[in-house]
Nanobody, 121 residues
């Protein structure tokens, strides 16, 4: 069993900052990639940021405003969101691609339960 537990999020005014974090736990053998996605009402889920093989990628819409980091020892990722805009409002989902112990090296994708981020005055 693997769990991704998200924390953080909430309501903030435009121009403000928020942070969210995601802790992966359970029978994890190795994590290949972790990331954050978001889904706004009526829209498809989209990638916000990801870390894989030591490389960090950001969606163009958040570059320069969001910072994504990973603590390998804690299997935890952090998304610091600055200069937030109303269009950043969405449910943010943590994602991990990993192999589990005694899993034969097969990679699985796991999702967190999602956390709401609302940017509004």
């Amino acid at each position: 069993q693997v769990q991704l537990v998200e924390s953080g999020g909430g309501l903030v005014q435009p121009g403000g900052s928020l942070s969210v974090s995601c802790a992966a736990s359970g029978s994890i053998f190795s994590i290949k990639a972790m990331g954050w996605y978001r889904q706004a009402p009526g829209k498809q889920r989209e990638l916000v940021a990801s870390i894989s093989d030591g490389r960090t990628n950001y969606a163009d819409s958040v570059k320069g405003r969001f910072t994504f980091s990973r603590d390998n020892a804690k299997n935890t990722t952090y998304l610091q969101m600055n200069s937030l805009k109303p269009e950043d409002t969405a449910v943010y989902y943590c994602n991990a691609v990993l192999s589990v112990t005694a899993g034969g090296g097969v990679l699985y994708r796991y999702w967190g339960q999602g956390t709401q981020v609302t940017v509004s005055s």
